[in-house]
């Protein structure tokens, strides 16, 4: 392959959102994972807010542990 080319391919590789855009996208996503949890167990469930607290909470830790992973290996 072209030594030009290589460099353009690595080059455009790194263009793109930076580190800290990208982790308050994945939090942002993971804590609406979250608050879609907690609601949904809260108020059609009708389970007690601790419950819901904690599952939402797991949900949340869940979410932002798989988007950080498969970022990493799309990557």
Do not use: N
């Not at 080059?11 to 982790?23: K, M, N, T, Y």
């Not at 994945?26 to 059609?44: R, S």
């Amino acid at each position: 392959m072209d030594p030009d080319q290589d460099l353009l391919d690595r080059l455009d590789g790194q263009e793109g959102p930076g580190a800290f855009s990208i982790i308050m996208l994945a939090g942002a996503l993971a804590a609406l994972a979250g608050l879609v949890a907690y609601f949904t167990l809260k108020m059609e469930l009708r389970l007690s807010a601790e419950i819901s607290m904690d599952a939402a909470m797991l949900v949340f830790i869940g979410s932002a542990v798989l988007l950080a992973i498969s970022h990493f290996r799309l990557r």
